[in-house]
């Protein structure tokens, strides 16, 4: 997928305020839209991606399902279901958990700055990574995720560290 399409940038509460290319956002590090999902098997492990060597940063860390911006004039939900097929090649009924804002800066000039809606599904399928989105990809358990988090975190991408409390806390609620 290119690198060069337009995103949505919002204020503190999500309400769109314009576009900006996408990398002119991250290199200015503007409030954006964005959505992450989170996809769990019937025995409650997460699938995890391992982002390819050629993502433009956090390359080769390993991280949520997927994570992406919606374009302009698309529904988040909608952008996260058309990413889960672009990268993973798999469609699922998801549905939305929460949102949070964050801002993670990176060795390489960028920075995300995320208004970020957060989804859940359930799915047991097969799964056809693309290899220009996707290295590798595991189901784990919640309990080895926050073990390697504790020991390893380096693997892992920013804002899947921040996120996961959360989804977790979430999923405790219901």
Known sequence: ???????????????????????????????????????????????????????????????????SHPRPGEETINGAKRRLREELGFTVDIKKAFDFTYSASFDNGLTENEFDHVFTGIYDGPIEPNPDEVMDYCYKPMEIIKEELLTKPQLYTAWFIIALPKIEKYLAEQ
Request: charged share 20%; proline share 0%.
């Open 1 to 67: 997928m290119s690198n060069t399409h337009e995103i949505i940038l919002v204020n503190e509460t999500d309400e769109q305020v314009g576009t900006a290319e996408k990398m002119e956002a991250h290199y200015k590090a503007l409030l954006h839209r964005a959505f992450s999902v989170f996809i769990f098997n019937a025995k409650g492990e997460m699938l995890l991606q391992q982002r390819a060597l050629t993502k433009y940063h956090s390359a080769g860390l390993w991280t949520n399902a997927c994570c």
